[in-house]
């Protein structure tokens, strides 16, 4: 089968590579339905994460199954499914304390922009639908895998509840899916940090009710002026960035929560303004797993769109293009069909 592999900066090449076969007992195949490219992928590909070895790449997926192993009980052949970019085996303590991203035997799901996937530890890992869904469903589905899964977690990691006013800094996918979230979860204010228009458009559409294009002090003034000077509840941070971390920081009230989502690239803080700040701050890679159950219940019932975060379609072999269009942020995000 051919799928993506990345050479080095800016060197994607969708070729040939080995067709995945069961492993171990508890592994199942998957035929791919959807994969994407993540923001994330983004930093290997821009060089500034190292890549040191041509590396297969794409960590979201849905699809079929195609064949389980000999130990896999819940999953079956012909069903539809939908995991996390990380495997769990959602028995350990860390999976029962809904940290599936930190399972005592986590193992990264790294190679989904092909048309077969191997997903290791496969009953803990993936999520059936009630039934094979219609094509038009596919986007919003395979956001759950992991750019929505994502967003949810920085809004329950932000404590977002009934009336709270929500700041989410970052206008990509994971921001966007964001502002559904805390949606979903009952804000009342969604106050959306964006300076292009397409986003902006697209987070008020998802809810957002302000939106503020002043970045890093000046955006925090202006979340101050919106707050009667005190600051958000809850600040989602979904870009990873010394800035975006402060502005997310600086942003909330004191007894406020940032949940922060975006993977941190030289970020530093200081204990001493983190001290004064009074700010609850909870983050990492999100517990996906967690939240797939209710998000697939969501999605199915047309409750949530999140495959609106998809504004460029390709067929799987045009890989490089969808990784071109969202460096040169010509896309929120790129799917790809095998
Ligand atoms: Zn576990």
């Known amino acids: ?106 193992e990264l799901v790294g190679t989904a922009q092909a048309p077969l996937l191997r997903v290791p530890l496969a009953d803990g890992t993936l999520v059936a639908t009630p039934d094979v869904p219609s094509g038009d469903m596919i986007p919003s589905l395979l956001a759950l895998s992991d750019v929505m899964g994502t967003g949810w977690f920085a809004a329950d990691a932000a404590n977002v509840k009934p009336g709270s006013t929500v700041a989410v800094v970052g206008d990509g996918a994971v921001g966007l899916l964001g502002v559904v979230s805390a949606k979903q979860m009952g804000a009342a204010r969604i106050i959306a940090m964006s300076r292009h228009e397409s986003r902006q458009k697209l987070a008020r559409e998802f809810g957002a009710t302000d939106i503020v294009t002043e970045r890093g ?44 989502v975006g993977v941190p690239h030289e970020v530093e803080l200081g204990g001493e303004e983190l001290f004064y700040s009074h700010v609850h701050l909870h983050g990492g890679p999100a517990p996906v797993r967690r939240f797939l159950p209710e998000l697939i219940d969501l999605a199915w019932n047309g409750k949530i769109n999140p495959g609106k975060v998809f504004d460029l379609t390709l067929p799987l072999d045009q890989v490089a293009e969808g990784y071109r269009a969202m460096d040169e942020r010509r896309a929120i995000k790129a799917l790809l069909r095998p």
């Open 1 to 106: 089968m051919r799928g993506a592999v990345l050479y080095g900066p800016r060197d994607l090449r969708f070729e040939e590579r080995d067709t995945p076969t069961i492993i171990e007992p508890t592994d199942a195949i998957i035929r791919i339905s959807a994969t994407c490219v993540c923001g994330s992928d983004l930093w290997p590909y821009r060089g500034i994460n190292p890549v040191t070895q041509p590396t297969p790449m794409g960590h979201e997926y849905c699809g079929i199954v195609e064949e389980v192993g000999s130990a896999v009980t819940s999953i079956k052949p012909g069903q539809f499914v939908i995991g996390s970019f990380f495997a769990s085996d959602n028995t350990c303590p860390n999976c029962q304390a809904g940290y599936q991203s930190s399972c005592q035997h986590a």
């Open 217 to 260: 002090d000046e955006g925090v003034a202006r979340i101050k002026e919106l707050t009667d000077g005190i600051g958000a509840d809850s600040v989602l941070e979904c870009v990873g960035t010394q800035e975006s971390m402060m502005q997310a920081i600086r942003s909330t009230r004191p007894g406020g929560f940032v949940g922060y």
